[in-house]
């Protein structure tokens, strides 16, 4: 019998399940417990999302429906759990003392006996999370990748010699997990972002060094936290003094004994060191061109430290790391025309993540624009230096062209991204020439997609798409 099987008849018996949210997530996990034998009732807030589910013959939920009944509440991480202000259905769930849980957390009940790493953090878990599955994978181990990066743990291919499961986690999903707890948890970076949907940016934090907490095997968990912010510093001391896992630090601002950092572009290993000059020499990882700029050496530095945790050799961890092709939407080259980079960054959605990849760059033309996060392009007047015209797109237009304005820098109001990139190739074409080298057209939004596209995978294959359809 499936773990699934033995988990329905344990734990739900004859009850029903309730869904609300029928995006990738909540639509596999109903997929996946009605075949089970579950009775799934569901609801969504999108009308086309409800004609779907009653088109694969789901049954909806009544204004009328009595709570107590269900076994639990698995809400998708899109809907307002706590802010601006619990959604209708949660406060109909806590009226009726119902769990409420994402996910991950009821994938975590089924499947109690698979290794799991999680991966948090404001920027940068995509890239670690596709990192460490490649460095397993590569070394011989059988791996998966799941949860906030796209494919719903549901859909996940579990087999009997499933080794680890990969998962990036929103603080959405740790929001939802209420004992769910990763063997090995990584906390990337911490910057302002989603305080729309915590409130403030003190239970933001709150939510992210939830998943340092000691989880219910109480055994050989480790906590990888890189303390290159103030937030991040914090939950490693906090964690440190507990003592509840074990605490592994890593850099790329200090050399930190007992644990990994980076120096001059050198990846370090002092786990066993007391004194970080006893540190050994990992790699150069200006080599890895899937893997550049400080950001980069940060995941690869916590990815590093974890595996190494976990019983792989630094020789091997750093050879695969040498082969990671990189994320198609993270600062993804897509093609060179004449000298000219044509960059897909399309996942960077706040000025944060564009920081990232600003600072990676020179001679910058910035494909930026879209549906603005609460801070806007806040503090990217620091990487001026690096842009030479920016290319406005969506509806943030206006606004971000009279922030330009406010520090003189040259840009243009294109509106779609189709016009955006071809004003950005035919300058950065016909400046070739110039001083500064060829330069790189670079796709970096600072912004959510969801003004003029489906996702920040959609708004990143029409990039794509129109740069290799380009004539060279």
Request: proline share 2%; with cysteine; hydrophobic share 40%.
């Amino acid at each position: 019998m499936s773990e699934l099987k033995i988990f329905i008849e344990k734990e739900i018996a004859d009850k029903p399940v309730l869904i609300y949210g029928l995006g990738r997530s909540g639509m596999s996990a109903a997929r996946a417990l009605a075949k089970a034998g579950v009775s799934v009732v569901v609801d969504d807030d999108n009308v086309d999302n409800i004609d779907k589910a009653k088109a694969e013959g789901f049954v909806i939920l009544s204004d009328d429906d009595d709570l107590t009944t269900y076994a639990f509440l698995l809400l998708s991480p899109g809907i307002p759990y706590t802010h601006p202000e619990p959604h209708d259905i949660v406060k109909r769930a806590q009226k009726a003392a119902l769990e409420i849980i994402c996910d991950i957390e009821l994938f975590n009940r089924i499947y109690k006996n698979i290794k799991t790493i999680g991966i948090t953090g404001t920027n940068g878990k995509s890239t670690t999370s596709s990192l460490m599955t490649h460095i397993l994978t590569d070394t011989g181990h059988n791996a998966l990748l799941g949860g906030n990066i796209g494919t719903p743990v549901f859909d996940l291919k579990i087999k009997k010699d499933t080794e680890w499961v990969v998962l990036e986690m929103s603080s959405f999903q740790i929001d939802l997990c209420t004992t769910f707890r990763p063997d090995v948890a990584l906390v990337l970076n911490i910057t302002p972002d989603h305080i729309d949907r915590h409130g403030t940016m003190e239970r933001y934090v709150e939510v992210k060094e939830r998943l340092v907490e000691l989880g219910a095997k109480n055994e050989n968990q480790i906590a990888v936290i890189c303390t290159d912010d103030s937030y991040t510093k914090k939950i490693y001391d906090r964690a440190k003094d507990l003592g509840l896992r074990e605490c592994v630090q890593v850099s790329t601002d200090n050399a930190v004994a007992g644990g990994v950092y980076v120096r001059d572009n050198v990846l370090y290993d002092a786990l066993d060191a007391t004194d970080s000059a006893q540190a050994v020499e990992v790699g150069d990882m200006t080599k890895i061109v899937s893997l550049r700029g400080v950001h980069n050496q940060q995941n690869a530095a916590c990815a590093y430290a974890s595996l190494k945790k976990v019983g792989l050799s630094r020789e091997k961890i750093f050879s695969a790391m040498e082969r990671f092709p990189g994320l198609r939407h993270r600062q993804f080259m897509v093609r060179t025309i004449n000298g000219v980079g044509y960059v897909n960054d399309s996942k960077s959605t706040n000025a944060a993540s564009a920081a990232v990849a600003l600072a990676c760059q020179d001679n910058v033309y910035w494909i930026v624009g879209g549906r603005r996060k609460k801070n806007g392009l806040e503090g990217l007047e620091d990487f001026f230096s690096h842009i030479k015209h920016a290319f406005l797109i969506g509806e943030s237009s206006e606004e971000f062209s009279e922030w330009f304005d406010r520090f003189g820098m040259d840009h243009s109001r294109c509106m779609t991204l189709e016009n955006a990139l071809q004003e950005a190739h035919d300058m950065a074409q016909q400046n070739r020439g110039q001083p500064g080298g060829a330069g790189v057209v670079l796709l970096s939004p600072a912004c959510a997609s969801f003004d003029q596209f489906d996702s920040f995978e959609h708004r990143g294959d029409v990039f794509t798409s129109l740069v290799e359809a380009m004539e060279g």
